[in-house]
């Protein structure tokens, strides 16, 4: 079974402040992790995601992530607020999908992100 | 990324009565499409996934009875909820899983009276 925990449902930051959202993840095959951004009344847009390439992810909106296996852990970075990130974050885990896999993604808790002028 | 739609993107409905609510794979052929519901300020709960030409894979918990989908075809998956009750009322989306990621349709926000 998979699962995925982020640490901190809130996070408030400062406008131009590193951003710094927790993820952590179990799994007993390797995984695949995404990071979601959900803005209010919408679907879900991929920000990054890690497929067993390399473990420092780079997505848009200058976003980025790091895949460590010792700590099962796939923290989402940024070195900057900008008030329009301010959102509800998802991270998620999924199997490789295939030789059976269906590839269905399992959410964390979710974190809101404010940032503040 | 494959590119998904849902319609109606909301509706309203009386207690009792059923929704059925699309989602659309634009441009990709999808033999696996999930459904998922999310209610106010949580995250997203997999409700099922859904197989083209076959049935559908319920989550633990996930009344088939009541949730009924249908895949058939490549690019089309329904959801109807069935007898729908105001605790029904939800967010409710869709995703295709591509090599490279799983897409979301906009979502659909339904609301039983």
């Known amino acids: 079974a998979q699962s995925v925990t982020q640490l901190g449902s809130h996070v408030s930051v400062s406008e131009g402040a590193l951003v710094l959202l927790r993820c952590n993840y179990s799994?007993?095959?390797?995984?695949?992790l995404f990071w979601y951004v959900q803005y209010p009344n919408q679907g879900l847009q991929l920000l990054l995601k890690?497929?067993?390439?390399?473990?420092l992810v780079k997505g848009i909106n200058g976003f980025e992530a790091e895949f460590k296996k010792s700590e099962t852990s796939f923290h989402l970075t940024k070195p900057s607020a900008h008030m329009s990130d301010a959102a509800e974050y998802f991270c998620?885990?999924?199997?490789?999908?295939?030789?059976?896999?269906?590839?269905?993604?399992?959410f964390g808790q979710g974190t809101t992100l404010q940032v503040k002028p | 990324g494959a590119v998904v739609s849902q319609h109606p993107s909301w509706v309203i409905c009386k207690s009792g009565t059923s929704v059925k609510i699309e989602c659309r794979s634009l441009?990709?052929?999808?033999?696996?499409m999930f459904w998922y519901r999310q209610f106010p300020k949580q995250s997203l709960m997999l409700m099922a996934t859904?197989?083209?030409?076959?049935?559908?894979?319920?989550e633990q918990g996930v009344e088939k009875d009541k949730f009924l989908i249908n895949h058939a075809s490549l690019t089309l998956s329904t959801l109807t909820v069935t007898s729908a009750h105001p605790e029904d009322s939800s967010f409710y989306i869709c995703?295709?899983?591509?090599?490279?990621?799983?897409?979301f349709g906009p979502g659909t926000r339904l609301t039983v009276t």
């Open positions: 799994s007993s095959v390797p995984p695949y």
């Open positions: 995703s295709v899983r591509d090599p490279s990621g799983g897409y």
């Open positions: 998620a885990v999924s199997d490789q999908p295939g030789s059976g896999n269906t590839g269905k993604l399992i």
């Open positions: 859904s197989n083209e030409g076959s049935k559908a894979t319920y």
């Open positions: 441009d990709f052929q999808a033999t696996t």
């Open positions: 890690y497929t067993s390439a390399a473990t």
